[in-house]
């Protein structure tokens, strides 16, 4: 079962490549600091524009200087299935501990199709966690056809980025007292996914305050409602700076700020504005992340 804080990692970029040195001390800070697992090229780790020559190498690097003292959970989504079932394969030959799916964008398949394509992605062998993002997406994955896909051997949970949080508690009682991970993808209902029978979080903010993420996962899990609220407090600004414009803008321009990497994405993503910049650097210092 993952649990915890589990980054959603930035793709470090230096002069439109991938920084590969970069991003391994990015991966080692991460586990320095305490994070629970790592989430390579997912949505904040600029997926959609990165090769797939890139993908997989990212996906190798995080893998390889993980040396397995934290999960690796390696983004495999895509709207075409062969895809999709292609980054799987090469996720579980790199040894990825699972990977996470998103539901299939653009080309909007019913609930049918949508189960269709990750009991195909199942068949790998590798563990699949299913990403639910509607907003991103548009498709929204019914809790019956999550329960249905749980029932296959390697669905072993979802990242649910719906930001209902009656659907934790939906989803749980679908099934019945199986074993399913769940995991909000959203940084502001991290606790409060908890309270609805989660168990972590697959975080944008834990890119830049992976301490305090994961402090506030393990105060929780150890029943210091005090700390966790406090921790909950300090980091509730940073959540919402951190897609005060499109994302990863905001995260990549902190991680800049506390010496990480560079602020440089990829078109269609572009450098955020001025005041976004003010924002997010007021939202550090708020919350002691810089001075």
Not at 22 to 36: A, K, L, M
């Amino acid at each position: 079962m993952f649990k915890g804080s589990l980054p959603a990692l930035i793709t470090p970029f230096k002069n439109g490549e991938v920084d590969e040195e970069g991003f391994r001390s990015f991966v080692e800070w991460q586990i320095e600091e305490g994070s629970d697992g790592l989430v390579p090229v997912g949505t904040t780790g600029e997926s959609p524009t990165l090769s797939h020559d890139e993908h997989k190498r990212v996906v190798e690097i995080c893998i390889d200087q993980a040396k397995g003292r934290v999960p690796v959970i390696a983004g495999a989504g895509s709207n075409a299935t062969a895809e999709a079932v292609e980054l799987a394969e090469h996720a579980k030959e790199a040894g990825a501990d699972a990977v996470l799916v998103v539901t299939p964008y653009y080309n909007k398949p019913s609930q049918k199709g949508m189960y269709a394509h990750f009991a195909a992605v199942a068949e790998v062998g590798i563990p699949v966690l299913v990403y639910n993002i509607p907003g991103r997406s548009i498709v929204d994955m019914s809790v019956e056809t999550m329960a249905d896909l749980a029932k296959l051997p390697n669905i072993v949970g979802v990242k649910d980025a719906t930001a209902d949080l009656a659907r934790p508690l939906l989803t749980r009682a679908a099934m019945n007292g199986a074993e399913f991970c769940q995991l909000s993808g959203e940084d502001g209902t991290a606790i409060p996914f908890l309270a609805a029978g989660g168990q972590g979080c697959i975080s944008v903010s834990a890119n830049i305050a992976p301490r305090m993420c994961s402090d506030m996962q393990r105060a929780w899990r150890e029943g210091d409602l005090e700390t966790c609220f406090k921790l909950q407090d300090r980091l509730t600004p940073v959540h919402a700076a951190m897609f005060c414009e499109p994302s990863p803008g905001p995260v990549k321009y902190a991680a800049e700020l506390i010496g990480k990497c560079r602020s440089e994405v990829r078109l269609p993503i572009t450098e955020i504005s001025e005041s976004a910049k003010q924002r997010v650097r007021d939202a550090l210092v708020g919350a002691g992340l810089l001075n």
